[in-house]
């Protein structure tokens, strides 16, 4: 009797962290669309974002008919400046304001009826097929698909240009499709034995095709994001790091920051669809994303703990030296995750060290103190990019500021 109590008693104690993985296993499995027109909701609290008229009546944003993006590190930069300037309507629009919406929908047409852009090169899995699909993602598909979601939450579309879009966003999501489904590292490197769904291009891909599925209201296109965020969470290392990002040189924390706004904003939209999987934890053994934050401060305190892995230099980019991480303190792609975090979980022990860190200002480094500005600055910074975090981050990731 007294084993079987002890017994129930360790089940018990293991219930939460259970609970919470076959709650993910079960929205994986089961999830479905619950609003087709809402993949980020209007925000009514405008104060926290950018969101300014950058209206201009003589303003074109031609598509370019192309894609050709480099065989070495690096996009097709073309389609960056594409999704800066396509932001400058979608964030007002996302704001509620109608003359914004309206040129958000001339854009997305135009670009649809163009079926623009289209790949040069076969598909394969060489670098120029990682950087072209990262490039439509990035800078066409989830910019374009949020904007439109905004667009239709203020104008009406006519069933026909419903139909055009609809169909047009189908192609080019499927010409970036580069989820990495089936395939693990296997070479002798610091990622060794970690799917590459878990690699921060794949999260791109799946953040489109989560979009897909609710504009199409398609459940098995919405649920596989769910896939790849799984991946990420269950391979990071037991200290919060992710083998793939981290072995990057200089980058090593610039990637690793990438890839969890890019979890965040999977968290968001299955959050605005109803489903709840930012605590999902791996088996009850705390690889979640609380563990991922763990880590980026246990850097901020101590950034010689991601050397041993930097210094792989896998694809650093024009960040050689792996000793000075090139973690730029107001990107919004390198940030835009804490964003979304601390307005979740304000009283996390993660948090409340970032909090201790306050009291002893003068001798902090600069990674710490890069924490506490953006900490202090939660509801007030206003970062005017998106990319990897699909919206503003300190307007569409906050908790309880719609």
Same mark, same amino acid.
């Given at each position: ?7 129930? @008693? =360790? ?7 259970? *609970? ?14 619950t609003n087709s027109k809402i993949i980020f909701p209007i925000k009514s609290n405008k104060d926290t974002c950018?969101?300014? $008229?950058? @209206?201009?009546?003589?303003?074109? @944003? ?32 996302? @704001? ?25 090169? *076969? ?24 904007? /439109? =979601?905004?667009?239709? $939450? ?10 055009? !879009? ?24 610091? #990622? ?5 769904? #878990? ?5 791109? *891909? ?17 649920? +596989? ?15 919060? =790091? ?18 969890? *706004? ?19 934890? &791996? ?6 994303? &609380? ?17 041993? %892995?930097?210094?792989?230099?896998? #694809? ?13 303190? !107001?990107?919004? =792609?390198?940030?835009?995750?804490? /964003? ?11 948090? +409340? ?21 953006? %900490?202090?600055? !939660? ?16 307007? &569409? ?6």
């Amino acid at each position: 009797m007294k084993k079987l109590l002890i017994i129930f @008693l =360790s089940i018990f104690l293991l219930i939460p962290n259970l *609970s919470l993985a076959l709650e993910f296993k079960k929205i994986k499995k089961e999830a479905v669309v619950t609003n087709s027109k809402i993949i980020f909701p209007i925000k009514s609290n405008k104060d926290t974002c950018v969101g300014f $008229q950058l @209206l201009q009546p003589t303003f074109t @944003l031609d598509p370019i008919p192309t894609l050709d993006a480099p065989k070495g590190y690096g996009l097709d930069d073309r389609f960056d400046r594409v999704r800066q300037q396509f932001e400058k309507f979608s964030m007002p629009c996302g @704001l509620g304001d109608v003359k914004s919406c309206e040129k958000v929908k001339e854009i997305i047409l135009n670009w649809a009826k163009a079926d623009a852009p289209k790949r040069k090169g *076969s598909d394969n899995g060489e670098s120029k097929f990682w950087n072209d699909t990262l490039t439509i993602n990035l800078h066409i598909n989830n910019p374009m698909m949020s904007g /439109y =979601s905004f667009a239709r $939450q203020v104008i009406d579309f006519s069933v026909e240009e419903e139909k055009i !879009i609809k169909e047009w966003f189908k192609r080019s999501v499927k010409r970036g499709a580069h989820l990495m489904y089936g395939k693990k590292y296997k070479d002798n490197t610091g #990622a060794r034995g970690v799917p590459r769904s #878990a690699h921060n291009h794949a999260l791109t *891909s799946a953040i489109s095709h989560m979009q897909l599925g609710i504009i199409l209201n398609d459940n098995k296109l919405f649920r +596989k994001a769910f896939k790849n965020y799984e991946h990420t969470i269950r391979y990071q290392r037991k200290n919060g =790091s992710l083998p793939i990002e981290v072995r990057r040189g200089g980058r090593a924390m610039f990637y690793q920051g990438r890839a969890m *706004s890019a979890l965040s904003a999977i968290a968001i939209i299955a959050e605005n669809q109803g489903y709840n999987i930012w605590e999902y934890d &791996h088996k009850g053994k705390g690889k979640n994303f &609380h563990n991922l934050v763990k880590f980026f401060l246990d850097f901020a305190e101590n950034n010689e703990i991601v050397f041993k %892995y930097a210094k792989e230099m896998k #694809a650093p980019g024009p960040a050689k030296d792996y000793k000075n991480q090139d973690l730029k303190m !107001i990107n919004s =792609s390198n940030w835009g995750w804490f /964003y979304a975090y601390a307005t979740r979980f304000p009283n996390h022990e993660n948090i +409340k060290r970032i909090q201790g860190w306050a009291n002893n200002a003068d001798n902090l480094n600069k990674y710490q103190t890069g924490f506490l500005y953006h %900490y202090k600055n !939660i509801g007030k910074t206003k970062f005017n990019n998106a990319s990897w975090t699909v919206v503003e981050a300190n307007c &569409h990731f906050l908790r309880q500021l719609n």
